[in-house]
């Protein structure tokens, strides 16, 4: 459930338990039945109160929806073996690639993502490399081990590895020293 609908259902929820106290204060007769009388005579007719009530059959059925909206599950790649079935979810494979290609001499810094395609998996890298390195050939050295690792590692061939270089920067994080 999103922002906007924990948002709608707070101020639903507030306005359902005002509704639900009126009630309760109602029955232990401690509202005059007149005033509740008054009130509902004064909303009839009223298109006001009409639109009001639209407005609460409206968000009733998206929250009724949100919470029965079934959580996505994560994109995973399946390997059948005699025992069962092997599941590795995408989100390994990104952390898997980035660790390898931090390690590549000429990098900088690093974003994966990895998605599903009809090929196979498709690998998006954007890296910053340094300025003393030759960017054709640490792009190349890139594609070249993340499309070895994956496939020694995962045990499936890449559709496709994709590297942006987003920029080329000398810039080291800094390691603090405990003094």
Known sequence: ???????????????????????????????????????????????????????????????????????KAKDTIVHH???????????????????????IRGVRGIKVKVALATQGITVKIKAVVSPESHVPTVAGEIQKRVHEYIKNTVGIDLADVQVTVENISNDFKAKQRVE
């Open 1 to 71: 459930m999103g922002i906007i609908d924990r948002i709608i259902l707070s101020i639903y929820t507030f306005l359902l338990a005002f509704l639900s106290f009126a009630a309760i204060l109602l029955s232990l007769r401690l509202i005059p039945l007149e005033l509740a009388w008054t009130s509902i005579a004064h909303m009839y007719g009223q298109w006001e109160a009409s639109l009001v009530g639209a407005v609460f059959f409206l968000v009733s059925i998206r929250l009724l929806l949100a919470g029965l909206r079934s959580r």
């Open 81 to 103: 073996n005699e025992i069962g079935d092997v599941h590795i979810s995408l989100d390994a494979v990104e952390n898997l690639v980035e660790k390898m290609v931090r390690h």
